[in-house]
């Protein structure tokens, strides 16, 4: 088992990191669609599986290399039916998923960092600060590895970190998803978050088809700023600048989401001020509740108050929908669960350290 730790992982590499591995063994050009084929479409856990390979070539695989697939360590159960899984990454990190059943969906939530550098206020994973980015196969292993991985009909990458902050292992766990070589999803059954980081959101627009969400929370500069630091870079002008450039139809969508706080952005200047913004923007408004964290002043709002800005939106002609809250009775808030984690590995390690000076100290 520990000979593995030193093998390269095949899962996540695109057709053309396969080809550059199969020229590197000295092996015909179409054994790399096979290993791509038996790892996204047949979704194998071992070179012994891949029966249109010759022994030699499989060994010659093993020998270098491992499938390296990880299962979930946790999974929290709502009443609901949404459950969240918790990975722990190589590194000793944790990284949440978040399976949401409905009627005619399901929907997994991704993440694509352990932590995150932006700080939203809001934000649990923000307050676990920036561990480290997560790969390509990493951010696909919690499809991979997910029971309920047949069941899935969309994809949203909104869960733990900035997926523009990641910007080359999103391209590349997009272009597996989306291939006909690899998973072959359709693109319009993806939709990526961004706070708003402009040149990666540019490369995103352009070499991808999936959706986009950008996170607004305000259409104030000022109040963002106070809710998204990052904003003192990429302002709102910024941002929509730069969606101007792209068209957006039935074929892909933009949306903005909106976290409602009580008495600090669902007023009604706050109306007004995002009809002028979106003015001519073909998008949609996603309001979202608050699910509290510790140690932070917001408040969601309530349930008459979001309802109100909901239907002050629409009635300036801004499709606007409240999107419906789900586990709550379980760690809702992204980051709750993985910091748990973070806080009860720390004092297990403490404790078996302890443990350990006492036994030397007794002997």
């Known amino acids: 088992m520990s000979e593995d730790l030193h093998k390269e992982i095949l899962f996540g590499k695109s057709l053309g990191e396969l080809q550059e591995i199969t ?17 996204y479409q047949k979704q194998v856990d071992s070179f012994d599986e891949m029966t249109n390979l010759s022994k030699k070539v ?12 990880d299962a979930p360590v946790n999974v929290q159960v709502s009443k609901d039916g949404t459950k969240k899984y918790l ?10 998923s978040a399976f949401i059943p409905e009627k005619k969906r399901n929907t997994l939530c991704l993440s694509t960092q ?23 196969g990493e951010i696909l292993n919690q499809i991979r590895s997910l029971p309920e991985k047949e069941q899935l009909t969309n994809l949203v990458f ?19 998803l989306t291939s006909d070589w690899g998973y072959g999803w359709n693109p319009k059954k993806i939709t990526v978050s961004t706070i708003g980081l402009v040149p990666a959101m540019q490369q995103f627009l352009e070499k991808s088809a999936c959706h986009l969400a950008v996170s607004l929370h305000s259409p104030f500069e000022k109040e963002r700023r106070m809710l998204m630091p990052v904003s003192q870079k990429y302002t709102i ?12 139809d039935r074929q892909r969508r933009v949306s903005f989401e909106y976290i409602v706080f009580s008495g600090l952005n669902d007023t009604s200047a706050h109306v007004k001020e995002l009809a002028r913004i979106l ?33 002050a939106l629409n009635a300036k002609g801004i499709v606007t ?17 993985s910091t748990r984690e973070m806080k009860n590995t720390t004092v297990k390690e403490l404790k078996i350290d302890i443990d350990s000076e006492n036994q030397i100290e007794t002997k």
């Open 158 to 176: 909104m869960g733990m970190g900035e997926p523009m902050d990641n910007l080359d292992a999103l391209m590349k766990s997009l272009e597996i």
């Open 114 to 136: 352990v932590g995150c550098k932006m700080r939203c206020l809001f934000c649990m994973t923000g307050k676990q600060g920036f561990q480290a980015n997560l790969t390509s």
């Open 321 to 337: 929908t409240i999107r419906a809250s789900r586990g709550q009775d379980i760690d809702a808030a992204c980051g709750l669960l």
């Open 237 to 248: 002008k910024d941002i929509l600048g730069e969606l101007k450039k792209h068209s957006f």
């Open 87 to 96: 990975f722990r990454t190589p590194e000793g990190g944790y990284i949440e």
């Open 58 to 69: 499989r060994e010659q695989l093993s020998e270098k290399f491992v499938i390296g697939l």
């Open 23 to 39: 020229d590197g063994l000295n092996l015909p050009k179409f054994t790399a669609g096979q290993i791509a084929s038996w790892l």
């Open 279 to 311: 003015n001519g923007f073909k998008c949609r408004i996603n309001l979202i509740r608050f699910h509290s964290i510790p140690n932070t002043p917001l408040q969601g709002t309530s349930e008459e108050s979001i309802l109100q800005f909901k239907d």
